[in-house]
T-cell receptor
Framework: DAGVIQSPRHEVTEMGQEVTLRCKPI?????LFWYRQTMMRGLELLIY????????DSGMPEDRFSAKMPNASFSTLKIQPSEPRDSAVYFC?????????????FGDGTRLSIL | AQSVTQLGSHVSVSEGALVLLRCNYS??????LFWYVQYPNQGLQLLLK??????LVKGINGFEAEFKKSETSFHLTKPSAHMSDAAEYFC?????????????FGRGTSLIVHP
């Protein structure tokens, strides 16, 4: 079975540029999560969706960040304009229908470097 | 509110030695608990989960964890460390019955295995 697929795996760009990260969740999973991982702050939840609808975006750091899920098999996280402090590894995760015992399935992440 | 604390950001063991990674949680209701492992340049993978069926939970790669309600702990152990166990380990808690569906992750413990 295909897992969560993220692209690109690495992104290096200059400050001020728009960055788009992509995620394909596991088929049939109802929940999709975007996380950011840094040494300083650990793993932070940015936003999560249920059935393509954003449920909680309180973790999105600023208005420069936006996320969409136009259909059940695709989501994007955009940063515009990007800043050096956005450099981090961004993970997408999905999980099946509601059940507190359900684990999350993570993609391999996008390593983002803003110069 | 739910929280999780992982004691020790780094744990160093010799190959063949016992592995013990500590996790304590805070919850006013029975929790669901998870251990994830993250290998370099990869996403988090589920090692094992506690869902109240049994207090001793066995996971992949020879790891197990014991839920101790009186100590609010869910420590991860492995009798004999292997070089391939070197990775980052995360404990996560999710509270059912009216709690948030979003799990809370600990800061992670880096396991270093010496030959």
């Amino acid at each position: 079975d295909a897992g969560v697929i993220q692209s690109p795996r690495h992104e290096v760009t200059e400050m001020g540029q728009e960055v788009t990260l992509r995620c394909k969740p596991i088929s049939g999973h109802d929940y999709l999560f975007w996380y950011r991982q840094t040494m300083m702050r650990g793993l932070e939840l940015l936003i999560y969706f249920n059935n393509n609808v954003p449920i909680d975006d309180s973790g999105m750091p600023e208005d420069r960040f936006s996320a969409k899920m136009p259909n059940a098999s695709f989501s994007t996280l955009k940063i515009q304009p990007s800043e050096p402090r956005d450099s981090a590894v961004y993970f997408c995760a999905s999980s099946p229908r509601r059940g507190f015992y359900q684990p999350q399935h993570f993609g391999d992440g996008t390593r983002l470097s803003i110069l | 509110a739910q929280s999780v604390t992982q004691l020790g950001s780094h744990v160093s063991v010799s190959e063949g030695a016992l592995v013990l990674l500590r996790c304590n949680y805070s919850s006013s209701v029975p929790p669901y608990l998870f251990w994830y492992v993250q290998y370099p340049n990869q996403g988090l993978q589920l090692l094992l989960k506690y869902t109240s069926a049994a207090t001793l939970v066995k996971g992949i790669n020879g790891f197990e964890a014991e839920f101790k309600k009186s100590e609010t702990s869910f420590h991860l152990t492995k009798p004999s460390a292997h070089m391939s166990d070197a990775a980052e380990y995360f404990c996560a808690v999710r509270i059912g019955r009216g709690g948030s569906y979003i799990p809370t992750f600990g800061r992670g413990t880096s396991l270093i295995v010496h030959p």
